[in-house]
C-alpha cells in the first residue's frame, strides 16, 4: 500500500486554464497572444502546456498565424472534465483524479483521519490493489472503468450506517436509468449492482467512529463503464459485465460520474434527514433477490431461506422453511438455482 499515488493529468492548474481556454473556442482556432495575454504568460510558457496537454492525450492542432484547435481530450474522470457538469453543493469538492493509486478508498481513509471536509472525492483511472466486499479485490484496469471514493460525515446516528449502502445503490441506479435507459439495473442486497445476473458495479461502504453521532464513512464505488467483452479474466467472463457491453456503446465516464455525484448529493440529504424509507419503493423495485430462495453466508454459517423483501433498517427479511422470519444485517446472499422437475 505504500507506492505512490500519480496524480492527474491537468492537475497543473495553468495547464489546466489553457485547456479550459482551448475547450470554450469549440473546435475553432484561438491564437496563442490571445491566451498568454489573458494568463499574463508568455507564448512560449502556452506552447509548453500545449505540449503538455499533448503528451496527457489531448489532441491539439497548431497552425501558423490561426493558433491552436482542441480536437479532442481522452475520455478521464479528471477534475477538469468534471467540473463542467457537477451541479453539488459539497460531494465532489474537492475532487482528486489520480492516474493510478492502490486503493481509492484507502487513499481517503487516511486523509479522513487527517480531518478532510465531507464531500471530498478520490478518483482513479486505474488501482493496483482495489478492495471489494469481504476481503476480496475488485479487478480495476486503466482506461475503461469508474473507481472513486466519497468522504461522508454523517449528521445521523450509527445505528443507521448499515442503510447507506442501499442509498447509494438507488443513485447508481437513478445514474444509469438517465445516462443507459434500458440498462435493467438491480441491486442485489446489501451492495451489489448487476445486470441480468452479472455485476456492473459495488459499493464498499467503509465507517469510522470516534461517538455514535461523530462519525464517518468512505464511500466507494466501483462501475464497469467501457470495459469489453474480451478484457475480463476468465473468471470473471461470466459473471460480470459493464455499460459498453450492455449498450453497445463507449460511455463519457466524467459524465457518468458528474451525474452520479449530483444524483448522490441529492439521495444523501434525503437519507440524512428522513433515513432510508422514501427510498424503499424503489428498492423493491429493483430488488433482485425478493422471491428468490437463497443462500446466507455469514461468518463461517450458512443458512437457506425465501428473501421477502429489504426492511426500513436495511435489513434483509429472510423467511425460514418453518414460515417464521428472520431480519439479515450482514453477509452474502446466493441465489439457489431452482431445480427442474420430472
Ligand atoms: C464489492 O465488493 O462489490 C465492492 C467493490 C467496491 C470497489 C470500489 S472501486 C473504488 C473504491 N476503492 C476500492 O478499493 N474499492 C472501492
Redesign the pocket.
Known amino acids: 500500500m505504500c507506492a505512490r499515488p500519480k496524480r492527474a493529468p491537468f492537475a497543473c492548474s495553468t495547464t489546466s486554464q489553457v485547456l479550459t481556454y482551448l475547450s470554450e473556442a469549440s473546435g475553432e482556432y484561438i491564437s496563442g497572444e490571445l491566451i498568454s495575454q489573458n494568463l499574463a504568460l508568455s507564448r512560449v510558457a502556452i506552447w509548453k502546456h500545449v505540449r503538455t496537454l499533448r503528451t496527457q492525450g489531448c489532441r491539439i492542432d497548431a497552425c501558423r498565424h490561426r493558433g491552436y484547435r482542441l480536437l479532442g481530450v481522452p475520455d478521464l474522470p479528471t477534475e477538469h472534465a468534471v467540473a463542467g457538469r457537477l451541479q453539488t453543493s459539497k460531494l465532489g469538492r474537492p475532487l482528486v483524479f489520480y492516474r493510478n493509486v492502490p486503493?481509492?478508498?484507502?487513499l481517503l481513509s487516511t486523509h479522513a483521519v487527517a480531518g478532510a471536509a465531507e464531500g471530498m472525492a478520490l478518483v482513479?483511472d486505474q488501482?493496483t490493489?482495489?478492495?471489494?466486499?469481504?476481503g476480496?479485490a475488485?479487478f480495476?484496469p486503466p482506461g475503461v472503468n469508474l473507481?472513486?471514493?466519497i468522504l461522508l460525515r454523517p449528521q445521523a446516528e450509527l445505528a443507521q450506517s448499515g442503510t447507506l449502502p442501499l442509498v447509494v445503490g438507488c443513485a447508481v441506479a437513478r445514474t444509469i436509468a438517465e445516462m443507459a435507459p434500458g440498462v435493467p439495473l438491480k441491486i442485489k442486497w446489501p451492495?451489489?449492482l448487476l445486470v441480468q445476473g452479472r455485476?456492473l458495479?459495488?459499493?464498499?461502504c467503509e465507517m469510522s467512529a470516534e461517538t455514535a453521532s461523530a462519525w464517518h464513512v468512505v464511500v466507494?464505488?466501483?462501475l464497469n463503464v467501457n470495459m469489453r467483452r474480451k478484457q475480463l479474466p476468465r473468471m470473471m467472463a461470466g459473471s460480470a459485465t459493464s455499460l459498453c457491453i450492455e449498450t453497445g456503446r463507449t460511455h463519457a465516464r466524467a459524465e457518468i460520474l458528474a451525474t452520479l455525484l449530483n444524483r448522490m448529493e441529492h439521495a444523501y440529504t434525503t437519507w440524512e434527514k428522513e433515513g432510508l424509507i422514501p427510498f424503499l419503493p424503489e428498492i423493491q423495485a429493483c430488488d433482485m433477490l425478493k422471491g428468490q430462495s437463497i443462500r446466507l453466508e455469514q461468518a463461517g454459517k450458512s443458512f437457506e431461506g425465501i428473501a421477502d423483501g429489504i426492511q426500513a433498517d436495511g435489513t434483509l427479511l429472510l423467511r425460514m422453511e418453518d414460515g417464521s422470519h428472520r431480519s439479515i444485517h450482514s453477509g452474502d446472499a446466493h441465489l439457489i438455482p431452482s431445480q427442474a422437475c420430472g
Do not use: C, E, P
Open positions: 486503493s481509492t478508498n484507502h482513479a488501482q490493489v482495489g478492495r471489494g466486499r469481504m476480496r475488485w480495476s473507481y472513486f471514493s451492495n451489489d455485476k458495479g459495488g459499493i464498499l466507494g464505488v466501483g
